[in-house]
């Protein structure tokens, strides 16, 4: 995947197989907007981490799948259920010009309305917005940080607006976001994209690093169901994953159906980002997003200007399979002082 591709060690085992990880972990940012699959890609990052594949320098919040208060909420929680590092975390945008309801897939609060009897602990939140969080780390880490995003990407777009040289700055940025532009936007507007198009137009055109963009359509082509989700992880002793459990019972009626297509798309990437190989075929192009009319949210490809965006277009199921199975291993925590 971009750069990292190239220069690799090859690990035997660490993953089930023969996959290529870097000698120094890949230093990231994780833009999340708080809804269940964000915590679980977080979770596999985790893991990540734990292996020395990645590290993981902040964690930033955006307004998008609920409100920003409960992202970082239900992130703190994760984080604390996973007995995480200390991972600081910063509070980004509340889009106040967004034309989108929030989604409620998990509940108003994103994490399934639920009393857990207990709140998370939410000092990992520091007083440092996540434009000056981005700003600060690109400058500390120049050409070095994988800015990965799952929700609407109003702190990139703000943050290059207020600090341009992170436009330029970040090696890579990878999107969870947008549609398949060969399909002519037939499940219509993509829920991140359609939530703050401009933004999602801006970043698409003015970053002058890499992009790397896993539409909606992509993860929903894929052969894992929600009747296999449910066999393969109803007993972990994970306690994270066995909090996922809980929220996808009460708050996902669809999600016991037969043929119904497992709903991690976040996850799906984080795992693309961990193991390339989870990302089959790619077409580079030039993207641009609409911002107005009844095409608003979507992506337009234009293939006879500099591409400018690689999509990904057909996701390994199989390998897929074995990096979502492997997210949810326990991590071997340190001991207690």
């Given at each position: 995947?971009?750069?990292?591709?190239?220069?690799?060690?090859?690990?035997?085992?660490?993953?089930?197989?023969?996959?290529?990880?870097?000698?120094?972990?890949?230093?990231?940012?994780?833009?999340?907007?708080?809804?269940?699959?964000?915590?679980?890609?977080?979770?596999?990052?985790?893991?990540?981490?734990?292996?020395?594949?990645?590290?993981?320098?902040?964690?930033?919040?955006?307004?998008?799948?609920?409100?920003?208060?409960?992202?970082?909420?239900?992130?703190?929680?994760?984080?604390?259920?996973?007995?995480?590092?200390?991972?600081?975390?910063?509070?980004?945008?509340?889009?106040?010009?967004?034309?989108?309801?929030?989604?409620?897939?998990?509940?108003?609060?994103?994490?399934?309305?639920?009393?857990?009897?207990?709140?998370?602990?939410?000092?990992?939140?520091?007083?440092?917005?996540?434009?000056?969080?981005?700003?600060?780390?690109?400058?500390?880490?120049?050409?070095?940080?994988?800015?990965?995003?799952?929700?609407?990407?109003?702190?990139?777009?703000?943050?290059?607006?207020?600090?341009?040289?992170?436009?330029?700055?970040?090696?890579?940025?990878?999107?969870?976001?947008?549609?398949?532009?060969?399909?002519?936007?037939?499940?219509?507007?993509?829920?991140?994209?359609?939530?703050?198009?401009?933004?999602?137009?801006?970043?698409?055109?003015?970053?002058?690093?890499?992009?790397?963009?896993?539409?909606?359509?992509?993860?929903?082509?894929?052969?894992?169901?929600?009747?296999?989700?449910?066999?393969?992880?109803?007993?972990?002793?994970?306690?994270?994953?066995?909090?996922?459990?809980?929220?996808?019972?009460?708050?996902?009626?669809?999600?016991?159906?037969?043929?119904?297509?497992?709903?991690?798309?976040?996850?799906?990437?984080?795992?693309?980002?961990?193991?390339?190989?989870?990302?089959?075929?790619?077409?580079?192009?030039?993207?641009?997003?609409?911002?107005?009319?009844?095409?608003?949210?979507?992506?337009?490809?234009?293939?006879?200007?500099?591409?400018?965006?690689?999509?990904?277009?057909?996701?390994?199921?199989?390998?897929?399979r074995q990096e979502v199975l492997k997210s949810a291993e326990?991590?071997?925590?340190?001991?207690?002082?």
């Open positions: 995947m971009l750069k990292h591709l190239v220069l690799r060690l090859l690990c035997a085992g660490l993953f089930g197989g023969a996959v290529m990880v870097d000698a120094n972990p890949r230093l990231m940012v994780v833009d999340v907007d708080g809804g269940l699959d964000d915590e679980w890609a977080l979770l596999a990052l985790l893991r990540a981490q734990n292996l020395g594949l990645v590290r993981v320098l902040a964690i930033t919040t955006v307004d998008g799948m609920t409100d920003i208060n409960n992202v970082c909420v239900n992130t703190c929680r994760l984080l604390q259920v996973a007995q995480a590092p200390d991972i600081p975390m910063y509070r980004g945008i509340k889009n106040k010009d967004r034309e989108t309801d929030y989604l409620y897939l998990y509940g108003k609060d994103g994490f399934g309305d639920l009393d857990w009897g207990w709140k998370p602990d939410l000092s990992r939140v520091k007083g440092m917005s996540a434009i000056e969080a981005l700003a600060r780390l690109t400058k500390e880490h120049p050409g070095e940080i994988s800015l990965l995003c799952l929700g609407p990407l109003t702190n990139i777009a703000e943050a290059m607006r207020l600090q341009p040289d992170i436009a330029s700055n970040l090696q890579e940025i990878l999107i969870m976001g947008g549609n398949d532009p060969g399909k002519f936007g037939e499940l219509g507007a993509e829920f991140n994209f359609l939530t703050d198009p401009e933004s999602a137009n801006a970043v698409l055109t003015q970053a002058k690093v890499p992009i790397m963009l896993l539409p909606v359509e992509t993860c929903l082509n894929i052969e894992l169901n929600f009747p296999w989700r449910w066999v393969s992880f109803k007993d972990t002793p994970n306690p994270a994953i066995q909090m996922f459990n809980r929220i996808e019972r009460e708050s996902l009626v669809f999600c016991y159906l037969e043929d119904t297509t497992f709903w991690g798309c976040d996850l799906f990437l984080a795992c693309g980002f961990i193991n390339p190989g989870v990302f089959q075929t790619t077409v580079a192009t030039n993207a641009r997003v609409e911002t107005v009319g009844p095409r608003r949210g979507l992506i337009v490809a234009d293939d006879t200007k500099e591409h400018n965006v690689v999509i990904v277009t057909r996701i390994n199921s199989g390998v897929l326990t991590m071997e925590l340190e001991p207690a002082d």
